[in-house]
């Protein structure tokens, strides 16, 4: 790895500092996966003084270093050529970490672009994308080195959200090429969330697809495999019953709240409902499907009210604004919290003030909080008269329906391997691409060289415009000919694993029989983008 190694040090000697990083390991359903440690910055501070004069010191240094990293490269890129480009996922759920740290790595749907577009910029990730909810924040990561890549992800998400590696690393998991495609299509079919075949996460992936292609921010391979899940989650609800009396994170927030109710009370106590989003809205139709009657609604605007309040009509939704929340949350049993605050809304100094509710419903008022983070402080949980549930407590409803969905998802299983299968294909057919463009690449070389030779022989004064083209129109025609049974054999459309097979053979007997070496050049010219790239 010294090339590797002598470019990571000419990226240090430009821009990055080197890091030191202690290795570990982490745990993700009984397997032992490796994490890393915390990193810190060394390396003294550059003086103001004379920044002028450093920068264009920095300039020459980083147009040397970038070449000898190249040159370094070359020599032992044999060495790094044995570690296959890697998809990648490194993220951590509801069923790896608590509601605590889940919130501190949200990432808001807004700066999506923003954190993709610096995980690309780290040396060894090549494209990337972020899927973030209340029950999961994944990185999925086109990796140019597994280890490296895995690396830097790691330190951007605790720089990112000031968790400390150690801390960090013992909620993550990391799953890597096919196992990281399954998890992203079990993920999209509803296999993997909370409440199992729950719809929610479907539009979550597409939006994911959504944003990045409006903003141009995902690369060929992220694309794809986001696309294919959001196929493979379609499957799976129209071919079987997963979802069929599926209950979502709202509907479940619902249940949880009628459960902790006295059951003379559920239809009857007084509901309250912060932020009228697609979660929001969700819970006001559970609790008109319950039979409640009445909804007050706190939200910034009118108008997303007055639209939930045309499609839902078997319930009477009142609006408060945004500056009412406390004098509402005083006048109700219930309240549901569901915003996209990034701080809290309710905190012990707000819920200590409030008025006692009825001995009727049990002389407590619920706080059921479906936002992450989280809406109401964990201060709150630690007052008499309080109970607050965050999404992390809906387990308690989800286990009832549970056992039934799990057989249905071993139907879902089989659709998955399915699509799972034709994305590998897909991807692996993506590999003899590049051979066909060298090779193409290396007999319109010869052809160009053996023309002008030929041309030269005969003279421009015996040559005529009709001679001169039909002798270029031959050498064509012989090259087009002579390559039409080597490319044909590098052509797979990926759907038949024998025929793959023999495609890649062939691809590298090819490579090796006219020198294309067409990996390595591949290879140096993604490093040669980045060092280009960090220059910049």
């Not at 296959?84 to 700066?111: D, N, W």
């Not at 899940?229 to 009396?245: D, L, M, P, Q, Y």
């Not at 609006?319 to 949350?329: C, D, K, N, Q, V």
């Not at 001995?359 to 201060?379: H, K, M, Q, T, Y």
Request: aromatic residues 4%; contains cysteine.
């Amino acid at each position: 790895m010294a090339a590797v190694n002598g470019l990571v040090t000419a990226f240090a000697r430009v821009k990055v500092v080197p890091f030191a990083r202690k290795s570990s390991f982490g745990i993700r359903n009984g397997n032992v996966v490796p994490s890393y440690g915390n990193s810190r910055r060394v390396g003294p501070r550059r003086s103001v003084r004379c920044e002028a004069g450093v920068d264009v010191e920095v300039k020459a240094v980083a147009r040397a270093s970038s070449v000898n990293a190249l040159e370094q490269f070359k020599i032992s890129a044999d060495r790094y050529m044995k570690e296959r480009i890697s998809i990648a996922v490194i993220g951590l759920s509801v069923h790896t970490a608590p509601v605590e740290m889940r919130e501190k790595l949200a990432i808001p749907e807004a700066q999506w672009p923003r954190a993709i577009a610096e995980l690309c910029s780290l040396n060894h990730i090549e494209e990337a994308a972020v899927l973030s909810t209340c029950n999961r924040m994944e990185i999925y990561v086109v990796a140019l080195s597994w280890n490296r890549g895995i690396r830097e992800v790691i330190d951007w998400m605790s720089k990112a959200s000031g968790i400390p590696v150690s801390e960090l690393r013992q909620h993550l998991f990391m799953l890597r090429d096919s196992d990281a495609t399954r998890h992203l299509f079990e993920v999209s079919a509803g296999l993997d969330s909370l409440v199992l075949g729950e719809g929610q996460i479907l539009a979550q992936v597409k939006q994911v697809v959504r944003i990045g292609q409006g903003s141009g921010v995902l690369g060929k391979n992220i694309d794809r495999m986001f696309k294919d899940a959001i196929t493979a989650g379609k499957r799976v609800r129209s071919e079987t019953n997963i979802s069929s009396g599926a209950v979502s994170v709202s509907s479940a927030a619902v249940e949880l709240a009628l459960m902790k109710l006295p059951k003379s009370q559920c239809l009857s106590a007084r509901m309250l409902l912060i932020g009228a989003g697609k979660m929001g809205k969700l819970v006001i139709k559970h609790l008109a499907a319950k039979g409640c009657k009445r909804i007050e609604v706190v939200n910034r605007s009118k108008e997303r009210v007055d639209a939930i309040r045309e499609e839902v009509k078997d319930i009477e939704i009142i609006y408060r604004p945004l500056t009412e929340m406390l004098a509402s949350a005083a006048e109700a049993d219930v309240v549901f919290t569901s915003t996209a605050s990034e701080m809290p809304l309710f905190l012990k100094e707000h819920v200590e003030v409030l008025p006692p509710v009825s001995e009727a419903v049990g002389g407590v008022r619920l706080f059921i909080d479906i936002s992450v983070p989280r809406n109401v402080g964990s201060c709150v949980s630690g007052l008499e008269y309080a109970r607050v549930y965050n999404v992390d407590d809906l387990k308690e409803v989800v286990e009832a329906n549970k056992e039934d969905r799990l057989r249905k998802a071993m139907e879902a299983q089989a659709i998955i391997t399915q699509e799972l299968k034709r994305f590998e294909a897909w991807r692996d057919s993506l590999e003899t691409v590049p051979t066909i463009k060298k090779l193409r690449s290396y007999a319109d070389r010869i052809k160009a060289s053996e023309l002008e030779r030929c041309l030269q022989k005969i003279g421009d004064e015996a040559l005529t415009k009709k001679m001169r083209k039909a002798i270029e129109e031959l050498s064509s025609s012989i090259v087009n000919k002579l390559l039409h049974g080597p490319l044909q054999h590098l052509r797979c459309d990926g759907s038949d694993g024998r025929t793959l097979d023999e495609t890649l053979e062939n691809m590298h007997a090819l490579n090796r029989m006219f020198s294309l070496d067409t990996e390595k050049a591949i290879m140096e010219q993604k490093i040669k983008a980045k060092v280009e790239k960090n220059q910049a």
